[in-house]
């Protein structure tokens, strides 16, 4: 069994699911992270995913208490941890 952990996107979160952000994807530029990190989105930090609004509108997110919308591309950038790694660093 591998030792590397799996990532899955923001975008794989089903409504009222939520994941431990793991990283940023390299193809979000630099002044993204910043920005994203400022308003909460940390590595470490639990988000929860409350719509998916359909045709593609952007879905909405809480996390550290607050309520973002996010592009999907913003959102696929997201990095989290896979289910399992996530239920051994709770």
């Known amino acids: 069994m591998s030792s590397s952990k799996k990532t899955r996107s923001l975008l794989d979160l089903k ?10 994807s390299a193809h979000l530029s630099h002044d993204y992270t910043i920005r994203l990190r400022e308003l909460g989105f940390r590595e470490g930090e639990f988000v929860k995913c409350l719509k998916t609004p359909p045709l593609g509108a952007p879905r909405i997110f809480e996390i550290c208490g607050s309520v973002y919308s996010m592009e999907t591309e913003i959102a696929q950038g997201i990095k989290l941890l896979s289910s399992e790694s996530e239920k051994t660093a709770k």
């Open 15 to 24: 409504v009222n699911e939520e994941g431990q952000i793991y990283s940023f």
